[in-house]
C-alpha cells in the first residue's frame, strides 16, 4: 500500500510539472471549438453547441470514433432521440437528493444502471448526458459523487477506454465524468508500473493535448483526476 502512495504521489508531481510547463501554449485553444475533420467520425455529425432546433446535431466534444457503441447518431432518427431524451429527462425530475446519492453498489446505483440500460439503446450515451445536463438547467445540480460515479459506470461498460474519454470529453457536468473515466481507467491498470500508466494517461486517455479546442478538456483530463 505504501509503495502504491508513493507511485500515486510521484505520479502526481510529474504531472503537474507537465501541465504547469504546457498550460500557456495549450489553454489559449480551449474555447474555440468546432475545427475538427470528420475523417474519424459519424458523417453526419457536426461539431458547435448542442442545438436542437435543426437536423443537425451540434457536437462539442472530441471526435468520435466510427466503431463507439456508447455513441448514438441522433440525425438518424431525430425526433425519437429527443423524443426518449426528454422522457429520461422527466423519469429525473422525479428523484429527489437521497435518490442521486449512489455508491459503487448500493440500491441506487443498480436502479440507475437499469435505467442506462433501457435509454442507451436509444439515445447512446450521448444522449443520457444531455439528459442529464438539461436536468441540472431545469431542476437541481446533481450531486458531484453522482458525476463521478457514472464515469465509472461508463467506463466499466466498455473495452476501449478511448470511447468513454470521447463520450465524456465535452465541458459538461464540471468534468467530473470525465474524471470518474480517468481515475478508473488508471485504478483498473494499476500504479504498480509507472510507464505502463503514464503509457495509459498519454497515449489511451489524454491523447488530444494537440486537438484545437481541447486544451482546456485536456489539462483537466491529465491532473484533476487526483482529486477525485
Not at 431524451?85 to 429527489?96: A, D, G, P, T, V
Request: aromatic fraction near 16%.
Amino acid at each position: 500500500m505504501k509503495h502504491i502512495k508513493r507511485n500515486l504521489i510521484v505520479f502526481v508531481v510529474i504531472v503537474l510539472l507537465i501541465v504547469f510547463g504546457l498550460h500557456f501554449s495549450t489553454f489559449n485553444a480551449s474555447s474555440d471549438f468546432g475545427s475538427y475533420s470528420v475523417t474519424e467520425v459519424y458523417s453526419t455529425t457536426v461539431y458547435g453547441n448542442v442545438e436542437y432546433d435543426s437536423a443537425e446535431y451540434i457536437w462539442t466534444g472530441l471526435p468520435i470514433s466510427s466503431d463507439n457503441p456508447l455513441f448514438h447518431d441522433p440525425t438518424k432518427d431525430r425526433d425519437n432521440f429527443i423524443s426518449k431524451k426528454e422522457e429520461l429527462k422527466k423519469i429525473f425530475s422525479f428523484y429527489n437528493e437521497d435518490d442521486w446519492s449512489v455508491e459503487r453498489e448500493n440500491n441506487n446505483s443498480k436502479i440507475f444502471k437499469d435505467l442506462f440500460d433501457e435509454y442507451e439503446v436509444y439515445i447512446g450515451w450521448n444522449g443520457i448526458f444531455d439528459a442529464l445536463v438539461e436536468h441540472e438547467k431545469d431542476y437541481s445540480k446533481l450531486p458531484s459523487n453522482f458525476k463521478h460515479w457514472i464515469g465509472e459506470e461508463l467506463y466499466s461498460r466498455t473495452d476501449t477506454p478511448k470511447h468513454a474519454v470521447e463520450i465524456t470529453s465535452r465541458n459538461i457536468l464540471k468534468k467530473a465524468p470525465l474524471h470518474g473515466v480517468v481515475w478508473s481507467a488508471i485504478e483498473d491498470k494499476g500504479l504498480e508500473d509507472l510507464d505502463a500508466m503514464f503509457s495509459l494517461v498519454f497515449d489511451e486517455l489524454c491523447y488530444f493535448k494537440d486537438y484545437d479546442g481541447m486544451g482546456d478538456q485536456w489539462i483537466s483530463c491529465k491532473y484533476k483526476q487526483h482529486n477525485y
